[in-house]
Structures are given as structure tokens and as C-alpha cells.
């Protein structure tokens, strides 16, 4: 849901960041400021939603970055074994700390309709608001991932992993 929910808001952000660099070229030939705060942070707040939303999709496809000599050559058991340690240690307490910190702020943020500073800015409940779901829905994948990694290592799913060419190595 996360990936398809990213691909239409960059099909919605390419053409207002398209809008954004033509007026504001257009405005300087013409000597007039043609582009306002609410285009500007609607553009900004559109690439927070897909970077956002990216993370949890990214693990649910293994596309995130790991250290490469720990874990390109490695058995798939080693490599399950890696993913384990690192979402018990790493992925699971970071998540639940980033939605217990973001709670209080996005509560308050939504509580007073939080506006913009800026002149015909945008209210930022909503963006912050992501912020939110977005750890939630990493949380969410995590627990599906660790799900996975345990019937991996129960016997009951043989490919954890997809058939990927090697990486580059560059000697």
C-alpha cells in the first residue's frame, strides 16, 4: 500500500515542482513574483510524504542498505540471522521510539490546527500527522518481516531471500 501510495503522490509532486521552477524562471524574466508559499510547501511536503512512506516499503522489498562484507556472500542463514538482530536491535526499538517521541508533537499539531509561518502557507497537522502513520506502517512491516524471518528459521518458508546477481566488486 505504501509503495502504490508513494508512486501516485510523485505523479502529483513532479508536476507542481515542474510548476514551481517554471514560474520562478518565468518570474524572473518578467520582473513579477509568480510563485507562492502554498505551491513551495506543497512541494516539499509531497517529497516528505514519499520519503516517508518509502521506508516501509523498502524493507518489505529488501531494499535497504546494509553493510555489503557482512552480509553479500553470506548463507541465507546468516543473512536471516543479520536481519534478526538487526530489526530486534536496531529496526524494532528505533521504530518504537520515533512513534512514542512524534506522538505528543502531532497531537498538539492537530489539537491547534498548526499553521505555516509563512505567508499562504500550508497547515502543518498533516505532514506532521505522517510522520506518525509513517513509523507506524515501518512498525507494522517490521513485525511482518520478523514473522517471515521466524517461519524462515522454523522450516516453513525455504526463499527468504530474492535471487539477486552478485554485487559489483571493484578490486
Not at 24 to 45: D, F, H, S
Not at 47 to 56: A, E, H
Amino acid at each position: 500500500m505504501a509503495g502504490w501510495l508513494a508512486r501516485a503522490v510523485v505523479l502529483i509532486l513532479i508536476p507542481i515542482g515542474f510548476l514551481n521552477v517554471f514560474l520562478r524562471y518565468v518570474g524572473q524574466y518578467v520582473e513579477a513574483q509568480l510563485v507562492n508559499n502554498t505551491w513551495i510547501e506543497a512541494q516539499w511536503y509531497l517529497y516528505g510524504l514519499v520519503f516517508l512512506l518509502m521506508f516501509p516499503y523498502l524493507l518489505r522489498y529488501d531494499g535497504n542498505v546494509r553493510v555489503d562484507f557482512w552480509y553479500a556472500e553470506r548463507s541465507d542463514w546468516v543473512k536471516a540471522m543479520i536481519d534478526l538482530i538487526g530489526h530486534l536491535v536496531g529496526l524494532v526499538p528505533f521504530t518504537l521510539l520515533a512513534i512514542w517521541v512524534s506522538w505528543k508533537p502531532v497531537w498538539d499539531s492537530w489539537l491547534h490546527w498548526e499553521m505555516s509561518p509563512d505567508p499562504g502557507g500550508l497547515p502543518r497537522a498533516p505532514i506532521k500527522g505522517m510522520i506518525l502513520v509513517a513509523f507506524v506502517l515501518l512498525g507494522m512491516q517490521a513485525l511482518a518481516s520478523l514473522i517471515r524471518l521466524a517461519a524462515f528459521f522454523t522450516g516453513r518458508e525455504e526463499q527468504l531471500f530474492m535471487d539477486r546477481e552478485a554485487p559489483m566488486r571493484i578490486e
